[in-house]
Every structure is written in C-alpha cells, then in structure tokens.
C-alpha cells in the first residue's frame, strides 16, 4: 500500500509525559500537513510542510508543539509536557502540489489519550 | 475555528434512498472539497469544486455550489450501507490549509 502511514495508531501517556508521531506521505508527494480532530468535530490544521521547509503554523500549535521533516520524506509531531486538552486523534495529509488543484490524502491517524 | 458548517448533523435515510447534505462557510473561497470519514478507510477525499464551477458529478455524488450564498450541498444518490459515515465538507482560501466544517453523520439502514 503506498498510501500515507501514520504511527503509531495509539498512543496512551500520562499527563506531562512526551509524545512523539511518525508520518510517512505519499512518496512523490512534496507537501505534508498536520491537523488535529477532537470527537464530533472536523479536522483543524496545525502546521504544513513543502519539502524540509515548515510554511505555517496555526495558532493551535502551542510552543509545547514542534513539528520536522529533517529530509523532506517523513515527518515527525513531537508534543512535550503532555496535558489532558491533547487528547484527540491527531492526522497526517499529504499533497503531490498546491490545494488550489490538488487534493489531500490523509493518514490513518494516531489517536492520543493523555490520562 | 470551524469555517463551515454541515446541515443536518445526523441523517438517517432507508437503503436506496436519497441522501443530501448542506455546507455553509463564512469567507470566499478558492475550492471545496467534500470528504468521508469512517473508521475503516478513515478521511477519504471525494470530489473537489472550484470557486467557478456551479456543479460537479462523480459517480453517485453530486455537488453543488453557490458563491453568491456561500453554500454547497452533497448529494448521494441510490445509498448503500458501505455510505454509512461522517461527511464533511472543507474549503480552501489559497494558503494552503483546508479547513473542515464540523460534519454530518449519515446512517444507512438496510
């Protein structure tokens, strides 16, 4: 399956612990971009990727939040000092070019649960 | 924030029927873009209209939009139980983010 990877698919940590997410796009795919869903709600995006260069950050994303993707292939979320609020499902997308003509793939996501 | 909204937020329809869902967003946009989530396949892109196109078909799925009301609508037609799922409209301003409504949760009976 050459779609987007995401892991882990869970992830169960305990309030001010790190976490760290894994995801691995569409290998032709230049663009990567992180959201977070919380239940019953839509995905809300977080941070996006051309290449290795990060382009945009959302105010979601608090200074406990960093994002890379040291080589322009896969792409890490780390969260430090975990809090119950960063419970959600957290999803990676990918994009062969520009949103105005492309559409997203998306992960599977990794749920988080901070207990 | 949400840009838009779905209408309704819960759908049940019998097998075979008909299925229609309304999306309203607040500023212009670039495109909107309609997806599916369920467990099984998680969020799936289904069809992609352009700020000037009026309506697009794929498949059973039609999509409507209206610029000058700030709306879309989905249509399913002929549903099937593999329907069953949360759809959510999301929109493009041109700054490379999509930004998701809160969805509709449609049902299936068979």
């Known amino acids: 399956d050459t779609g987007v990877s995401q892991n882990p698919r869970h992830k169960i940590t305990k309030r001010g612990q790190n976490v760290t997410f894994r995801c691995d796009p569409i290998?032709?795919?230049?663009?990567l971009y992180w959201y977070r869903q919380t239940l019953g709600q839509g995905p809300e995006f977080l941070t996006y990727?051309?290449?290795?260069?990060?382009?945009?950050k959302s105010r979601l994303l608090s200074d406990r939040f960093s994002a890379e993707r040291p080589k322009g292939s896969f792409s890490t979320l780390e969260i430090q000092r975990t809090e119950q609020g960063d419970s959600a499902m957290y999803l990676c997308?990918?994009?062969?070019?520009?949103?105005?003509?492309?559409?997203?793939?998306f992960g599977p996501g990794t749920r988080l649960t901070v207990t | 924030s949400q840009q838009g909204e779905e209408d309704p937020q819960a759908l049940s329809i019998q097998e075979g029927e008909n299925a229609t869902m309304n999306c309203s967003y607040k500023?212009?946009?670039?495109?909107l873009q309609w997806y599916r989530q369920n467990s099984g396949r998680g969020l799936v892109h289904l069809i992609l209209?352009?700020?000037?196109?009026r309506e697009k078909h794929s498949g059973r799925l039609r999509v409507t939009l209206d610029t000058s009301k700030k709306s879309s609508s989905l249509l399913i037609t002929a549903s099937r139980a593999a329907d069953t799922a949360s759809y959510f409209c999301?929109?493009?301003?041109?700054?490379?983010?999509?930004?998701f409504g809160t969805g509709t949760r449609l049902t299936i009976i068979p």
């Open positions: 290998s032709e795919h230049n663009r």
């Open positions: 999301a929109t493009y301003f041109g700054n490379e983010k999509l930004t």
């Open positions: 990727f051309q290449n290795e260069a990060q382009l945009e």
């Open positions: 209209i352009r700020s000037n196109e």
């Open positions: 997308a990918s994009s062969q070019g520009q949103g105005a003509f492309y559409e997203q793939y």
């Open positions: 500023t212009s946009i670039n495109n």
